[in-house]
């Protein structure tokens, strides 16, 4: 398994741009989320899904957009780029069910983005 | 909502000492509670994680923690702390969000361990 795999590593954006940061898992997980790190802040969720075709704001949404049309596949898309968007990002998978409820969630290697 | 506070923002110690960081949380019923690891550049590992029953748990790399309920933490230790364990650690807390109708995850702000050789 190549687990939670995110493209591109490094990107640098201009002001007003647009890009989607791709995010795909092969764990047959039902739960993924897309985070944001800052230095010093921990990690801060911006959205989260928990199937296809279901998705929810999570604590920091603005400015971002998500879709998942299918399990392994979780884009975020920023349409206009701002500044206050340069930020490391992070996509995650989990497995939750009836009998398991809470379990870890396991992480992509980010996606380090620069918006001048 | 749960939160959870990680008191230290940065811990330095010698290679061969033992190592404790600190993990409060705040959440009204029996949390599900998580250590992470960040190696520089990288993204989260998961150390280990308490669910429920013995509250001293292992996990990899030679790290264990401990639920202490009355406490409302669970600190993360180590006997002997190697250079390769200098990363950022995040403590996080799972629980259900009746806001959010979901499960969440709320990490801490993290704490960076730099070891001395």
């Known amino acids: 398994n190549a687990g939670v795999t995110q493209t591109p590593k490094f990107r640098i954006l201009k002001i007003g741009q647009s890009m989607t940061l791709q995010c795909t898992q092969d764990?047959?997980?039902?739960?993924m989320y897309w985070y944001r790190q800052d230095p010093g802040m921990g990690l801060k969720l911006i959205y989260y899904s928990v199937g296809a075709g279901i998705t929810d704001k999570g604590e920091v949404p603005n400015g971002y957009n998500v879709s998942r049309s299918t399990t392994e596949d979780f884009p975020l898309r920023l349409e206009l780029a701002a500044p206050s968007q340069t930020s490391v990002y992070f996509c995650?998978?989990?497995?939750?069910?009836?009998?398991?409820?809470?379990?870890?969630?396991?992480f992509g290697p980010g996606t380090r983005l620069t918006v001048l | 909502a749960q939160s959870v506070t990680q008191p230290d923002i940065h811990i330095t110690v010698s290679e061969g000492a033992s190592l404790e960081l600190r993990c409060n949380y705040s959440y009204g019923a029996t949390p599900y509670l998580f250590w992470y690891v960040q190696s520089p550049g990288q993204g989260l590992q998961l150390l280990l994680k308490?669910?429920?029953?013995?509250?001293l748990v292992q996990g990899i790399k030679g790290f264990e923690a401990e639920f202490k309920r009355s406490q409302s933490s669970f600190n993360l230790r180590k006997p002997s702390v190697h250079w390769s364990d200098a990363a950022e650690y995040f403590c996080a807390v799972g629980a259900w969000d009746s806001g959010a109708g979901s499960y969440q995850l709320t990490f801490g702000k993290g704490t960076k361990l730099s070891v001395i050789p």
């Open positions: 308490y669910f429920s029953g013995d509250t």
């Open positions: 764990m047959n997980h039902n739960y």
């Open positions: 995650a998978s989990s497995y939750s069910s009836f009998g398991a409820p809470y379990n870890e969630q396991f």
